[in-house]
Protein backbone atom coordinates (compact mmCIF):
# COMPACT_ATOMS: atom_id res chain seq x y z
CA UNK A 1 0.00 0.00 0.00
CA UNK A 2 2.84 2.52 -0.90
CA UNK A 3 1.94 6.06 -1.32
CA UNK A 4 0.54 7.50 -5.00
CA UNK A 5 3.10 9.15 -6.62
CA UNK A 6 2.82 12.95 -6.91
CA UNK A 7 5.83 16.12 -8.09
CA UNK A 8 6.36 17.69 -5.21
CA UNK A 9 5.62 20.85 -6.63
CA UNK A 10 3.85 22.72 -9.54
CA UNK A 11 4.00 26.81 -10.70
CA UNK A 12 2.09 28.81 -12.81
CA UNK A 13 1.40 32.88 -13.44
CA UNK A 14 -1.51 34.31 -12.66
CA UNK A 15 -3.87 33.05 -15.61
CA UNK A 16 -1.86 30.10 -16.28
CA UNK A 17 -3.08 26.16 -16.07
CA UNK A 18 -1.13 23.86 -13.80
CA UNK A 19 -1.53 20.24 -14.18
CA UNK A 20 -1.09 17.89 -11.15
CA UNK A 21 -0.50 14.02 -11.93
CA UNK A 22 -1.06 11.05 -9.63
CA UNK A 23 0.70 7.98 -10.21
CA UNK A 24 -0.81 4.66 -9.23
CA UNK A 25 -0.65 0.85 -9.98
CA UNK A 26 -3.25 -1.01 -11.60
CA UNK A 27 -4.46 -2.00 -8.07
CA UNK A 28 -5.88 1.14 -6.66
CA UNK A 29 -5.70 3.97 -9.70
CA UNK A 30 -5.70 1.77 -12.59
CA UNK A 31 -8.62 -0.38 -10.69
CA UNK A 32 -11.16 1.57 -9.74
CA UNK A 33 -12.27 5.11 -10.79
CA UNK A 34 -12.39 5.99 -7.22
CA UNK A 35 -10.12 8.88 -7.53
CA UNK A 36 -10.47 12.23 -5.48
CA UNK A 37 -8.56 15.57 -5.15
CA UNK A 38 -7.86 17.86 -1.90
CA UNK A 39 -6.68 21.24 -1.22
CA UNK A 40 -5.14 21.44 2.19
CA UNK A 41 -4.03 24.90 3.24
CA UNK A 42 -1.89 25.15 6.25
CA UNK A 43 -4.07 25.33 9.90
CA UNK A 44 -7.04 24.36 7.64
CA UNK A 45 -8.81 21.28 7.11
CA UNK A 46 -8.50 19.36 3.87
CA UNK A 47 -11.15 20.57 1.35
CA UNK A 48 -12.17 18.47 -1.37
CA UNK A 49 -12.33 19.53 -5.42
CA UNK A 50 -12.83 16.99 -7.31
CA UNK A 51 -14.59 13.14 -6.29
CA UNK A 52 -14.98 10.17 -8.59
CA UNK A 53 -12.30 11.26 -10.90
CA UNK A 54 -13.77 14.05 -12.68
CA UNK A 55 -16.88 15.37 -10.76
CA UNK A 56 -16.84 18.40 -8.93
CA UNK A 57 -18.64 19.43 -5.32
CA UNK A 58 -21.00 22.40 -5.54
CA UNK A 59 -18.96 25.58 -4.43
CA UNK A 60 -16.18 24.60 -6.32
CA UNK A 61 -14.67 26.16 -10.11
CA UNK A 62 -15.02 25.45 -12.66
CA UNK A 63 -11.53 26.48 -13.24
CA UNK A 64 -10.67 22.73 -11.30
CA UNK A 65 -10.85 19.51 -13.46
CA UNK A 66 -9.79 16.29 -12.86
CA UNK A 67 -9.17 13.31 -15.42
CA UNK A 68 -7.22 9.43 -15.94
CA UNK A 69 -5.99 7.83 -18.27
CA UNK A 70 -4.37 4.23 -16.86
CA UNK A 71 -2.62 4.17 -13.87
CA UNK A 72 -2.15 8.03 -13.61
CA UNK A 73 -4.92 10.61 -12.28
CA UNK A 74 -4.48 14.55 -13.11
CA UNK A 75 -6.16 17.27 -11.68
CA UNK A 76 -5.36 20.59 -13.55
CA UNK A 77 -6.14 24.24 -12.54
CA UNK A 78 -7.16 26.94 -14.99
CA UNK A 79 -6.89 30.35 -15.14
CA UNK A 80 -4.70 30.33 -11.78
CA UNK A 81 -5.08 32.75 -9.10
CA UNK A 82 -3.29 33.04 -6.17
CA UNK A 83 -5.80 31.70 -3.88
CA UNK A 84 -4.98 28.50 -5.55
CA UNK A 85 -1.88 28.21 -3.80
CA UNK A 86 -1.49 25.67 -1.57
CA UNK A 87 -1.05 21.61 -1.35
CA UNK A 88 -2.73 19.26 -3.07
CA UNK A 89 -3.39 15.65 -2.93
CA UNK A 90 -4.93 12.51 -4.69
CA UNK A 91 -6.77 10.28 -3.10
CA UNK A 92 -7.24 6.70 -4.65
CA UNK A 93 -9.37 3.55 -3.43
CA UNK A 94 -6.93 0.37 -3.01
CA UNK A 95 -9.33 -2.44 -3.13
CA UNK A 96 -10.60 -4.46 -0.06
CA UNK A 97 -11.70 -0.68 2.07
CA UNK A 98 -8.95 0.67 1.78
CA UNK A 99 -7.66 4.24 0.48
CA UNK A 100 -4.25 5.67 -0.27
CA UNK A 101 -2.78 8.88 -0.59
CA UNK A 102 -0.40 10.61 -3.18
CA UNK A 103 2.81 12.37 -1.54
CA UNK A 104 1.00 15.81 -2.12
CA UNK A 105 1.94 18.66 -4.53
CA UNK A 106 2.54 22.06 -3.24
CA UNK A 107 1.40 24.38 -5.87
CA UNK A 108 2.93 28.46 -5.63
CA UNK A 109 1.80 30.85 -7.80
CA UNK A 110 4.30 32.83 -9.55
CA UNK B 1 -24.68 23.51 9.76
CA UNK B 2 -22.95 20.40 8.64
CA UNK B 3 -20.10 20.13 11.49
CA UNK B 4 -17.76 17.45 12.62
CA UNK B 5 -15.65 17.70 15.84
CA UNK B 6 -12.66 15.80 16.76
CA UNK B 7 -11.64 15.11 20.47
CA UNK B 8 -9.53 13.29 22.54
CA UNK B 9 -5.93 13.74 21.52
CA UNK B 10 -3.04 14.95 23.88
CA UNK B 11 0.51 13.57 25.12
CA UNK B 12 0.88 9.88 25.82
CA UNK B 13 3.86 7.81 26.51
CA UNK B 14 4.36 4.72 24.12
CA UNK B 15 2.36 1.83 24.36
CA UNK B 16 -0.17 3.36 26.12
CA UNK B 17 -3.93 3.77 24.25
CA UNK B 18 -5.94 6.69 23.44
CA UNK B 19 -9.40 6.59 21.79
CA UNK B 20 -10.47 9.47 19.67
CA UNK B 21 -13.60 10.25 18.80
CA UNK B 22 -15.67 12.87 16.34
CA UNK B 23 -19.05 13.75 17.00
CA UNK B 24 -21.42 14.91 14.25
CA UNK B 25 -24.40 17.17 13.78
CA UNK B 26 -26.03 18.99 10.69
CA UNK B 27 -26.59 15.70 8.50
CA UNK B 28 -28.29 12.64 9.31
CA UNK B 29 -25.40 10.50 10.29
CA UNK B 30 -26.19 7.01 9.87
CA UNK B 31 -26.41 7.46 6.14
CA UNK B 32 -22.97 7.86 5.64
CA UNK B 33 -19.73 5.87 5.83
CA UNK B 34 -16.73 7.45 7.95
CA UNK B 35 -12.85 7.82 7.44
CA UNK B 36 -10.28 8.75 9.87
CA UNK B 37 -7.19 10.18 8.24
CA UNK B 38 -3.87 12.10 9.44
CA UNK B 39 -1.28 14.28 8.95
CA UNK B 40 1.96 14.10 10.32
CA UNK B 41 4.04 16.74 11.20
CA UNK B 42 5.90 17.97 7.95
CA UNK B 43 4.88 14.91 5.97
CA UNK B 44 1.15 14.52 4.14
CA UNK B 45 -2.01 12.86 4.77
CA UNK B 46 -2.49 9.36 5.52
CA UNK B 47 -5.85 7.37 4.77
CA UNK B 48 -5.42 5.51 8.20
CA UNK B 49 -9.53 4.10 8.34
CA UNK B 50 -13.49 3.49 7.39
CA UNK B 51 -16.49 2.41 7.97
CA UNK B 52 -19.21 1.97 6.56
CA UNK B 53 -22.50 3.88 7.49
CA UNK B 54 -24.23 0.53 9.21
CA UNK B 55 -20.43 -0.87 10.17
CA UNK B 56 -21.09 -3.72 7.96
CA UNK B 57 -17.76 -2.97 5.93
CA UNK B 58 -14.29 -1.48 8.08
CA UNK B 59 -11.30 -0.75 6.30
CA UNK B 60 -7.70 -0.34 7.75
CA UNK B 61 -4.09 0.95 6.47
CA UNK B 62 -1.75 -1.54 6.81
CA UNK B 63 0.68 0.86 8.88
CA UNK B 64 -2.21 0.74 11.98
CA UNK B 65 -3.77 -2.68 11.11
CA UNK B 66 -4.05 -4.88 14.23
CA UNK B 67 -3.26 -1.35 16.40
CA UNK B 68 -5.88 0.81 15.53
CA UNK B 69 -10.02 0.15 15.84
CA UNK B 70 -12.70 2.37 14.26
CA UNK B 71 -16.26 2.27 15.24
CA UNK B 72 -19.55 4.29 15.65
CA UNK B 73 -22.33 4.74 17.24
CA UNK B 74 -25.06 5.93 15.00
CA UNK B 75 -27.51 6.59 18.09
CA UNK B 76 -24.85 9.41 19.45
CA UNK B 77 -23.76 10.75 16.06
CA UNK B 78 -20.03 9.75 16.88
CA UNK B 79 -17.06 7.97 15.37
CA UNK B 80 -14.71 6.76 17.26
CA UNK B 81 -10.67 5.40 16.70
CA UNK B 82 -9.13 3.49 19.24
CA UNK B 83 -5.27 3.85 19.32
CA UNK B 84 -3.28 0.74 21.12
CA UNK B 85 0.29 0.65 21.91
CA UNK B 86 0.90 4.03 20.59
CA UNK B 87 4.14 4.67 18.78
CA UNK B 88 6.26 7.70 17.81
CA UNK B 89 5.48 7.27 14.61
CA UNK B 90 1.48 7.83 15.25
CA UNK B 91 2.39 11.85 16.50
CA UNK B 92 0.33 13.44 14.29
CA UNK B 93 -3.01 15.47 13.47
CA UNK B 94 -5.92 13.39 13.23
CA UNK B 95 -8.56 14.11 11.07
CA UNK B 96 -12.58 12.56 10.69
CA UNK B 97 -14.22 13.00 7.41
CA UNK B 98 -17.71 12.06 5.89
CA UNK B 99 -18.09 10.36 2.59
CA UNK B 100 -19.44 11.99 -0.15
CA UNK B 101 -22.27 9.13 -1.19
CA UNK B 102 -25.46 7.95 1.06
CA UNK B 103 -25.20 4.50 2.19
CA UNK B 104 -23.11 2.86 -0.52
CA UNK B 105 -20.48 0.16 0.03
CA UNK B 106 -17.12 1.53 2.16
CA UNK B 107 -14.84 3.58 -1.04
CA UNK B 108 -11.81 5.83 0.03
CA UNK B 109 -10.45 7.41 -2.30
CA UNK B 110 -14.70 8.27 -3.95
CA UNK B 111 -14.87 11.28 -1.91
CA UNK B 112 -14.66 13.03 1.69
CA UNK B 113 -16.78 16.23 1.59
CA UNK B 114 -16.90 17.37 4.80
CA UNK B 115 -13.91 17.52 7.28
CA UNK B 116 -13.77 18.26 10.82
CA UNK B 117 -10.02 20.73 12.28
CA UNK B 118 -8.56 17.92 13.53
CA UNK B 119 -7.36 16.55 17.00
CA UNK B 120 -3.23 16.18 17.81
CA UNK B 121 -1.62 12.93 19.25
CA UNK B 122 2.23 13.57 20.29
CA UNK B 123 3.49 10.22 21.64
CA UNK B 124 6.80 10.84 23.47
CA UNK B 125 8.39 9.56 26.48
Known sequence: ?110 | EVELVESGGGSVQPGRSLTLSCVVSGFKFDDYAMHWVRQTPGKGLEWISSISWNSGSIGYADSVKGRFTISRDNTQNSLYLQIDNLRPEDTALYYCARDVFVRTPVRPGRGMDVWGQGTTVTVSS
Open chain 1, 1 to 110: QSALTQPPSASGSPGQSVTISCTGTSTDIGGFNYVSWYQHLPGKAPKLIIYEVNKRPSGVPDRFSGSKSGTTASLTVSGLQAEDEGDYYCLSYAGTDRGVFGTGTKVTVV
